[in-house]
């Protein structure tokens, strides 16, 4: 089976500070990995993904995430925090082959503070 | 196309009465998720169809529950004798279905309140 842990269901950093958000998975075998956002009443845009190939993954609005096997980690981070990046943030595997579900993680809200 | 729409928004309900979501996917897709989220939490999966198919249904999905995907188009989500704690962000998410197919779309959900 798999799972997701979210290190920090809440985190507050100042506009321009660096944002880290942390993902931990457990699976059987290497899955897909996923970033989420979440607005208030909406639903969910996608990030970023890893899927193959290198291991540093780019997304929209300035964010990044590194695939690190060995410690079964999926980090998303951004260098610089603005004001339109608070949000909900959720960390999700999905299994290369078979099921097609994904597994999300509880959550993360982002705080920016002018 | 403008993406995974879903219907209603919003929905209050008093318990005990019978509930129906629509969710209409992206046109070209062949896969199809529902997904419930209470406060604070992640999304949980649901079940997923492909095509019309229901290839898979979680635990979750108690017998008050059934979806429907007639003609591998819209879906139906259907919650009978709702309870409180039925009251959720129910997501749908549709994805193209074919070999490498890795992203999800998901549409704004529908909110139920049970009173």
């Known amino acids: 089976a798999q799972s997701v842990t979210q290190l920090g269901s809440h985190v507050s950093v100042s506009e321009g500070a660096l944002v880290l958000l942390r993902c931990n998975y457990s699976s059987s075998v290497p899955p897909y990995l996923f970033w989420y956002v979440q607005y208030p009443n909406q639903g969910l845009q996608l990030l970023l993904k890893y899927t193959t190939g290198a291991t540093l993954v780019k997304g929209i609005n300035g964010f990044e995430a590194e695939f690190k096997k060995s410690e079964t980690s999926f980090h998303l981070t951004k260098p610089s925090a603005h004001m339109s990046d608070a949000a909900e943030y959720f960390c999700?595997?999905?299994?290369?082959?078979?099921?097609?579900?994904?597994?999300f993680g509880q959550g993360t809200r982002l705080t920016i503070n002018p | 196309d403008t993406g995974v729409s879903q219907n209603p928004r919003h929905k209050i309900t008093k318990r005990g009465q019978n509930v129906t979501f629509r969710c209409d996917p992206i046109?070209?897709?062949?896969?199809l998720y529902w997904y419930r989220q209470t406060l604070g939490q992640g999304p949980e999966f649901l079940t997923y169809f492909q095509n019309e198919a229901q290839l898979e249904k979680s635990r979750l999905l108690s017998d008050r529950f059934s979806a429907e995907r007639p003609k591998g188009s819209f879906s139906t989500l259907e919650i009978q004798r709702t309870e409180q704690g039925d009251s959720a962000m129910y997501l749908c998410?549709?994805?193209?279905?074919?070999?490498?197919?890795?992203?999800?779309?998901f549409g704004q959900g529908t909110r139920l309140t049970v009173v």
């Open positions: 046109s070209e897709h062949n896969r």
């Open positions: 998410a549709s994805s193209l279905g074919v070999a490498g197919d890795t992203e999800a779309f």
């Open positions: 999700a595997v999905r299994a290369i082959q078979g099921a097609q579900k994904l597994v």
